[in-house]
């Protein structure tokens, strides 16, 4: 009788500033969940991203804070990883994938937008990040030229590195980070824009108000 095979559960990796978290990025996991049929999903905060400009007030406590506050409550599979802030540092996709890789016995999805896979080939060791996980793409609506482009792309990776790539159905939401820290920083309302226990936070500390705190 011939055993049977141990499939490993799936565990997605989801990265970012998170400065701050908003609803789109909720959406963007909730997504993945599903669509990658993940049995789990960790959302992981940077300490310090090798490419963005963060504020000269930036705390990287706060944004973790944050961002359990927005993921916390909406669904038990989604877990908050405090890995790359602990670490402190610029934080690098390929040696979070390698941690995980060795601390988690699962088949590793990573996440990534649009303008984020179009240039993963030029990340740091892009060949160890490829053959640690499947890239799972929010790509753009499918028919567009955005869309036209990272299937091209795609299918580069795909003959370059072996890469496994799934490309994530449904258009993202046309909010950012910076949008949400501009408004708080003019005094317009952020309510329906990211969780309102995210709002409370960024209210309660007085978070974003000044423009060195709204790169």
Known sequence: MTAAIHARPRLGI???????PHLAHVRAAREFLE?????????????????????????PSVRLEMARAAFGAYDARIGVSDYEIRREGVSYTWQTLTHFAETEDAE??????????????????????????????????????AWLETAR?????????????????????PLSSS??????????????????????????RGLYRTKEGCP
């Open 108 to 145: 590793l999805f990573f996440l990534c937008g649009t303008d984020m896979f179009l240039t993963l080939w030029q990340w740091k060791h892009p060949e160890i990040i490829f053959r640690l996980s499947t890239i799972a793409c929010m790509a753009r609506a499918e028919g567009t030229a």
């Open 35 to 59: 669509q990658a049929s993940l049995n789990r999903l960790l959302v992981v905060p940077t300490y310090l991203p090798p490419h963005k400009r963060i504020g000269a007030d930036d705390d």
């Open 179 to 204: 949008e949400i820290r501009g408004r708080v920083a003019r005094g317009e309302p952020i309510g329906g824009l990211v969780p309102a226990a995210v709002e409370a936070i960024i209210r309660a």
């Open 14 to 20: 989801y990265g970012g500033t998170f400065a701050p």
């Open 153 to 173: 792309r795609a299918d580069f990776y795909r003959a370059q590195y072996g890469a496994r790539i799934l490309l994530l159905d449904g258009a993202p939401l």
